[in-house]
């Protein structure tokens, strides 16, 4: 869903729904305590308008509105980003790797300033805990979580992701508390992914999810929540934006794991090297 966009946009949009979006997006600092009866009446219209037009943006209600809209407010207040950084027609090479590098940079930021450390020690806990980690995605995410197991095994830890849906919920039935589930999901609302968590909840396995919504599904049954970045407004960057941000706290837990058993993760590394040194491919 794309709040903002379809805010912006005004498409399909009455006198009545206009006055109410451009009053919300003028606002936006006001309305975390405002009723929907007062933005009626700032706006000329009433309290069901008012959430006759949330519903159109395909939100339950007023609240449901409020809660989704403020997520999108703040990632794209974090992230700064400017529209000059979208991509055209008349980007020449120059100016398209002075954007994405530009994008790059500023995605790593707004990342690493939702970190918290405290969650980060928690989280590198789990890891080192874990006999197994497994890995839930979908799509594109799918090459992050295996771009993630890949990593794990440097330092040693054995690390699984699986590409057919029904193996992901096979594994989430069989797994053990000795298993720790990550998830990796843009909005934290994939039907699949809920159910897979729901299933390790009941097992009591540790799970921890990778999303943009801290308000998701996802985010509210697993145990540890880490913040991805994401901005509708450059929605055709998307996906640059949401891997850039999960690789790099993909590194971050990887480097965390790494360090609390360098012995032993170097050892690994120092082994691995040799035995390719040999010719062995």
């Known amino acids: 869903m794309n709040i903002l966009k379809m805010m912006k946009s005004e498409k399909g949009f009455n006198e009545k729904e206009k006055s109410i979006s451009r009053f919300l997006l003028e606002n936006y600092e006001k309305i975390v305590d405002m009723p929907s009866r007062e933005v009626g009446t700032y706006t000329y219209t009433s309290s069901s308008s008012v959430v ?21 407010v703040k990632s794209a207040q974090l992230l700064n980003l400017d529209d000059e950084i979208s991509l055209n027609d008349k980007d020449s090479a120059i100016s398209v790797v002075e954007k994405i590098t530009s994008l790059n940079n ?3 930021n707004e990342t690493k300033n939702e970190l918290s450390i405290e969650n980060i020690i928690k989280i590198a806990n789990y890891i080192l805990k874990a006999e197994y980690i497994d890995f839930f995605a ?12 890949n990593q794990f095994f440097h330092c040693g830890k054995i690390s699984n992701v699986y590409s057919a849906s029904n193996a992901q919920q096979l594994l989430a039935l069989t797994a053990k508390q000795n298993h720790l589930g990550i998830f990796i999901s843009r909005d934290g609302e994939n039907p699949k992914l809920i159910a897979a968590a729901k299933t390790l909840k009941k097992s009591k396995v540790k799970t ?11 985010a509210s049954i697993c145990d540890e929540y ?25 590194d971050i837990f990887f480097s965390m794991v790494f360090v609390s058993q360098y012995d032993k993760s170097m050892n690994l590394n120092k082994t691995y090297d040799t035995f390719w040194s040999r010719g062995n491919v």
């Open 52 to 72: 006759r037009f949330c519903q159109k943006l395909g939100c339950k209600g007023y609240s449901d509105f409020k809660v989704k809209f403020l997520s999108e």
């Open 106 to 108: 500023q995605v790593i």
């Open 226 to 250: 880490v913040h991805a970045s994401y901005a509708y407004k450059i929605e055709e960057l998307g996906a640059i934006m949401f891997s850039t941000s999960v690789k790099y706290i993909i």
């Open 138 to 149: 979908y799509d594109l995410n799918l090459y992050l979580a295996e771009y993630a197991c």
């Open 208 to 218: 921890i999810v990778i999303t943009m919504r801290k308000d998701s599904t996802l």
